[in-house]
C-alpha cells in the first residue's frame, strides 16, 4: 500500500511560469497521467497556458474564477472544468480561497482514455447511469451541471461560502 500525503505543509510552488499565489502537490504521475492538488491563495493565479492532454479541474474546496479559450465562468466547490487539449486555459481567485484536484490523461489525443479493465454496474435505480457516469461499454452517460442560482451570481461574495 502506497499513501501519499498532499494538503498543508505537503505543498510546494506549483504551476507554468507567471503562476502567482499557488501552491500544490503531485499525487500521482506515470506514462498514463498525472493527479495532483493545488491550493490557490487570495488573488492568485495560473498563468494562461495549454498542453496536448484533457484536463479535469475539480474545485474541492471554496471557489474562484476558470478560463477556457475565451470563455470564463466562476467555479465552486463540487463544480468540476474541462480543459480540452490544446486550448489556452487558466484559473484564478480574487477575494477567496481555493483548492482542487488536477486529473490529466496522458496521451489521450483528446478523446476518452483507454483504460484497462471495466466499469462496474452504475448505481441508481434500475438500468439508468447517474448523471455524468460512464456507462460499462465506456461510453458517457447523459449528464449536465445543475442551473445556478441567479442571486448568488449576482453577488460580490465571488467563491465564497453563502
Given at each position: 500500500?502506497?499513501?501519499?500525503?498532499?494538503?498543508?505543509?505537503?505543498?510546494?510552488?506549483?504551476?507554468?511560469?507567471?503562476?502567482?499565489?499557488?501552491?500544490?502537490?503531485?499525487?500521482?504521475?506515470?506514462?498514463?497521467?498525472?493527479?495532483?492538488?493545488?491550493?490557490?491563495?487570495?488573488?492568485?493565479?495560473?498563468?494562461?497556458?495549454?498542453?496536448?492532454?484533457?484536463?479535469?479541474?475539480?474545485?474541492?474546496?471554496?471557489?474562484?474564477?476558470?478560463?477556457?479559450?475565451?470563455?470564463?465562468?466562476?467555479?465552486?466547490?463540487?463544480?468540476?472544468?474541462?480543459?480540452?487539449?490544446?486550448?489556452?486555459?487558466?484559473?484564478?481567485?480574487e477575494?477567496?480561497?481555493?483548492?482542487?484536484?488536477?486529473?490529466?490523461?496522458?496521451?489521450?489525443?483528446?478523446?476518452?482514455?483507454?483504460?484497462?479493465?471495466?466499469?462496474?454496474?452504475?448505481?441508481?435505480?434500475?438500468?439508468?447511469?447517474?448523471?455524468?457516469?460512464?456507462?460499462?461499454?465506456?461510453?458517457?452517460?447523459?449528464?449536465?451541471?445543475?442551473e445556478?442560482?441567479?442571486?448568488?451570481?449576482?453577488?460580490?461574495?465571488?467563491?465564497?461560502p453563502?
Amino acid at each position: 500500500m502506497e499513501v501519499v500525503r498532499f494538503g498543508v505543509g505537503n505543498r510546494r510552488p506549483e504551476g507554468p511560469a507567471g503562476t502567482v499565489g499557488l501552491t500544490g502537490r503531485t499525487i500521482h504521475a506515470d506514462g498514463r497521467g498525472l493527479v495532483a492538488e493545488l491550493a490557490f491563495g487570495r488573488n492568485a493565479r495560473i498563468a494562461p497556458h495549454s498542453n496536448p492532454n484533457t484536463t479535469w479541474f475539480v474545485v474541492i474546496e471554496g471557489g474562484g474564477w476558470v478560463g477556457v479559450g475565451e470563455e470564463a465562468s466562476r467555479v465552486n466547490a463540487g463544480e468540476a472544468v474541462l480543459w480540452p487539449p490544446d486550448v489556452p486555459h487558466t484559473a484564478w481567485t480574487e477575494h477567496s480561497e481555493m483548492r482542487a484536484i488536477v486529473v490529466e490523461f496522458s496521451g489521450d489525443g483528446g478523446g476518452t482514455p483507454e483504460v484497462e479493465g471495466t466499469a462496474g454496474p452504475a448505481l441508481g435505480s434500475g438500468d439508468e447511469p447517474p448523471a455524468g457516469g460512464s456507462l460499462a461499454d465506456g461510453s458517457l452517460a447523459d449528464g449536465s451541471l445543475a442551473e445556478r442560482d441567479r442571486d448568488r451570481d449576482a453577488t460580490a461574495r465571488e467563491g465564497e461560502p453563502y
